[in-house]
């Protein structure tokens, strides 16, 4: 379980890091633009700075050949975090992965059948854990 709060508080960590670090390259270029430099001096120096942005996001696309979008990169860090979290502890991540398949699927069993389905699985947690 630690492991888990750990992935989680890392994933919010990163959000937070990453909002934090564009709104201060958005602060930085408007106090040079507006207040500083002028738009004259500046167009080159945001031209650029937003192509390295976009060459990051394309060397994201290139090395985990997915969409660079919010919800492709968060949906890779917290299983990338919570797989390092987990081999830290040495849990088997494969283990943990079918466990995690096998609850969902039980989950979508449970509530697509009602009531009789969650007691019969009940008495064989009960049955299983007597064994």
């Known amino acids: 379980m630690p492991s888990v709060v750990s992935a989680v508080r890392k994933e919010k960590e990163f959000w937070a890091y990453t909002a934090f670090f564009s709104g201060l390259q958005m602060t930085v270029l408007a106090y040079l633009t507006f207040l500083l430099y002028g738009w004259d001096v500046m167009e080159p120096v945001c031209f650029f700075t937003t192509s390295v942005t976009a060459l990051c996001s394309y060397g994201y696309f290139l090395y985990y050949n997915q969409e660079h979008s919010y919800e492709g990169v968060d949906n890779h860090v917290l299983p990338t975090t919570l797989a390092n979290e987990l081999r830290i502890s040495h849990i088997d991540v494969h283990k943990v992965m079918d466990d995690l398949k096998m609850l969902k ?27």
């Open 105 to 131: 699927e039980v989950d979508a069993a449970v509530s697509s059948s009602g009531e009789h389905n969650a007691v019969i699985l009940e008495i064989a947690a009960e049955q299983e854990a007597i064994q």
